[in-house]
């Protein structure tokens, strides 16, 4: 338990730096599918007022390109912490160790998602 003891030290102090880490990755999460949006209108505009059929291609391919790449950075977070969690089911006795408040979970929670928060040691 030695090592659980010193995740939830680790998690306290370094709070306000997951929160704003969450806040960072939450940002993300919104801003990409807008920008892959807004290029993919951008480029499939420009290809499709050429009227060059090599370019509307060029573009579509573009876009497929991008939309694979927002898939994979919008899943990197969750593939992360389901790896983690794993790791940290394989070091608890109890996973759903319900009084653990400054523990692993409260440190992905406040990655993952905004207003993840330790609130004592135990």
Do not use: H, W
């Amino acid at each position: 338990m030695l090592i659980l003891d010193e995740a939830a030290i680790f998690c306290q102090n370094t709070q306000g730096l997951f929160s704003i880490l969450g806040i960072f990755v939450t940002a993300i999460k919104i801003f990409i599918p807008i920008a892959l949006i807004v290029f993919g209108m951008i480029d499939m505009g420009k290809a499709v007022t050429n009227g060059k059929e090599d370019e509307i291609k060029k573009s579509l391919m573009t876009f497929i390109r991008r939309a694979i790449a927002a898939i994979v950075v919008f899943f990197i977070p969750t593939i992360v912490g389901v790896i983690m969690q794993l790791v940290n089911n394989s070091l608890t006795q109890d996973p759903g160790n319900a009084t653990d408040v400054c523990g692993y979970d409260q440190c992905v929670k406040a990655v993952t998602g905004i207003g993840g928060k330790c609130t004592s040691i135990q």
